[in-house]
């Protein structure tokens, strides 16, 4: 019986009585794509439990730029970044490729790299989690203290590239960023699981450096929302890896069965049902929510 009242509490942690939308905006270096206003419908975040996907392409150490194939003596962190690239073709693939040309180019003398990146669509693996990757802007320093960034003038902490996993993730014009931050907090779960992490380990590029990195997500203020997602999935994969949760929407004009709204109605009303399997039981819990008038 506890088990069932923990699986009830996990469907409200869920659940919203109101849906939250809003209009922000994204933002890419070229000029034509430097700010984009975007909208976010709204969405049940829908626990699939689900593991991730992972397009894993590591790039070679042939000339030690983008992949210096130095070893972490720990992991203390997942830094979250996004591209800055916003350009409709500037998804996951591309930059996947786009370090990969680094990496083969003999005559590059850029170091930059990351461990992932997140589109809409998927998770891109292009270093092993175990490697130390020049992402975040804090040089060589151990983690574990802080230091004076002269370039933002501000005090950061320590440990962004030695000591962390570096995630991009995408804002190309037209994608769907709300589905980019569902995917990324389902790896930044599984990475928590793999290096024993708690939720203050989830650190901004800004907390290394002082950059106003991810851009996107601070501007939008959708950090705190970032969280919850993340918080949802570690607890979905840590407390209920023996469950099954079957979402179906019963009002599927508004909502799809994945929890995002499609059609928005202002102060529409979207039902849904969740059919939970446990220890050979099934039971059905159904939910009512209503959708706040579009800011």
């Given at each position: 019986m506890k088990k069932w009242q923990e699986i009830e509490q996990f469907l409200k942690l869920i659940h919203q009585d109101h849906i939250e939308n809003q209009k922000y905006y994204m933002f890419g270096y070229q000029e034509e794509y430097k700010k984009m206003e975007v909208v976010n419908l709204g969405y049940i975040p829908f626990y699939d439990g689900k593991e991730t996907i992972r397009d894993i392409d590591i790039l070679p150490?042939?000339?030690?730029?983008?992949?210096?194939?130095?070893?972490?003596?720990?992991?203390?962190?997942?830094?979250?970044?996004?591209?800055?690239?916003?350009?409709?073709?500037?998804?996951?693939?591309?930059?996947?490729?786009?370090?990969?040309?680094?990496?083969?180019?003999?005559?590059?003398?850029?170091?930059?790299?990351?461990?992932?990146?997140?589109?809409?669509?998927?998770?891109?693996?292009?270093?092993?989690?175990?490697?130390?990757?020049?992402?975040?802007?804090d040089g060589y320093r151990e983690w574990g203290n802080t230091y004076f960034n002269t370039t933002y003038n501000r005090t950061c902490i320590t440990g962004g590239n030695l000591n962390s996993?570096?995630?991009?993730?995408?804002?190309?014009?037209?994608?769907?960023?709300?589905?980019?931050?569902?995917?990324?907090?389902?790896?930044?779960?599984?990475?928590?699981?793999?290096?024993?992490?708690?939720?203050?380990?989830?650190?901004?590029?800004?907390?290394?450096?002082?950059?106003d990195c991810p851009m996107?997500?601070?501007?939008?203020?959708?950090?705190?929302?970032?969280?919850?997602?993340?918080?949802?999935?570690?607890?979905?994969?840590?407390?209920?890896?023996?469950?099954?949760?079957?979402?179906?929407?019963?009002?599927?004009?508004i909502i799809d069965n994945t929890g995002k709204i499609i059609n928005h109605i202002n102060n529409g009303q979207v039902d849904y049902e969740v059919e939970v399997e446990y220890n050979n039981e099934k039971r059905k819990y159904q939910f009512t929510g209503y959708l706040n008038h579009l800011s």
């Open positions: 150490d042939l000339y030690k730029k983008n992949r210096p194939s130095i070893l972490k003596k720990c992991t203390k962190y997942i830094c979250i970044h996004d591209t800055a690239s916003g350009a409709p073709t500037a998804d996951g693939k591309a930059h996947k490729h786009w370090l990969m040309n680094m990496a083969n180019d003999k005559e590059n003398q850029n170091s930059v790299s990351w461990h992932f990146t997140v589109d809409e669509g998927g998770i891109f693996q292009h270093l092993p989690t175990d490697e130390v990757a020049h992402h975040a802007g996993v570096g995630i991009e993730t995408c804002v190309n014009f037209g994608s769907d960023y709300t589905r980019t931050m569902r995917n990324t907090a389902k790896l930044v779960a599984e990475l928590m699981i793999e290096f024993d992490l708690t939720i203050d380990a989830i650190k901004q590029h800004n907390d290394f450096s002082g950059k996107t997500m601070r501007h939008a203020n959708r950090w705190q929302e970032f969280l919850h997602l993340v918080k949802i999935e570690h607890l979905g994969k840590t407390r209920f890896n023996d469950v099954v949760f079957n979402w179906k929407s019963l009002t599927p004009e």
